[in-house]
């Protein structure tokens, strides 16, 4: 939470109530990219796993075809169709699958990155494989009146990939149309048109085929309410977050988000060697102001307060913390010029809101004083070190008449406490 002025949390109602749905659910607008981004990875992940399938049952099937006894296929009709056929359409098969494992392994390692390479990996590894099966399949019905390897392109349609209803429908389909062309103009050659027209095989195949349609759907409709819940959970997770790290009365961090954003920034400035600017903020008599018109005025005078130092440190690096009380802690990246100006400017925009406060002698109106400790964050000096320097400086706007700014660099922290102990003595 790096700004909370600017946190905001995506809205996700309408992904609610498509949640709820029994079925057609929908992705909502805000979120379309996300999911088409999650299921490129999903079905970059299962045609890997399917293109290693694909080597190993093309191994094993060119096992087959050299150790069948008998040779070639014969058909009923006396079509015969040479065993070199198979041996030939498994071998291509078998160096597709290789490389597309190869294609997709780059993938998978980070070395291809575009989302188009991607799809086009997955997409033409999967209807390559289904031309094929359909070709198969052709053999198949010449040779025997045999529909596995029908069967078996559209089971892979339906149950490998994650795709949408209406491209699993028009893919099955076409298989299931292409099927029936081959059977059509193969119905003399072989026994299968008959065997087709005489039995429940084609009862049969339009079941499967239906059904097939149905799982590619639920599988679809369920990785989508699966999508949807997780939206849901970070929505949950965020707010809880949020709730978490946000002073509820002011809406700025708390002070348990300190620590991490505090450490992050100044880790960053560390690294980057930028200046950072820490100031530690009090509103002048707050107690008085609070005795005077009561707590419920004394919070809405710190959530005014807290808005104007959000509008003043309003970039995405800086940070702006209710310390503590009437206390505010921001850090912001600035020289010595800006840090200043843009306290300085703070200071002026609370003046200059106008809120009465009947018990100063400082200003008729609420003010504020700052000290700020400017500094170039090394391992010679520490986040607490910082701290404690914005904090005597901020001791020092308050001893010295209130409603003005202060900074100090770590010399200068240095050198005021040497004078304050010789005026002492």
Known sequence: MDKNSNVNVPEAKSAELATDRKILRKIP??????????????NVGRMYVFAIYIIFLQIALQLINVLR??????????????IMFYIVLSFVTLLIGIIYWLLLLFVRKGKITGQRTKSFLVYSLLYFYIIVELGFCTLNILAMGGMNAYIIAI???GMVPVIRPLQGFISIFTCFAINGVVMYLNRGVSATWDSVLLTDTWTNLIIITGLTVCISFFIYDMYVANFLKSIKLQKLNDELEIMANTDPMTGVANRQSMSRNFNNIWALSARSNLTLAVAIVDIDFFKAYNDTFGHLAGDKCLQQVAASLQASFRRDSDIVIRYGGEEFMIVYEANSVIAFELAEKARKSIEGLRLPHGRTDVSEFVTISIGVCLVQPSPEITSGDALKIADDALYYSKHTGRNRTTIWTPAEAAAAKLASTADTV
């Open 29 to 42: 607008a805000e979120y379309k990219a996300e999911f088409k981004r999650q299921q490129l990875e999903t």
């Open 69 to 82: 006894p008998g040779g070639d296929y014969q058909s009923e009709g006396g079509i015969v169709i040479p």
């Open 155 to 157: 089971l892979i349609l």
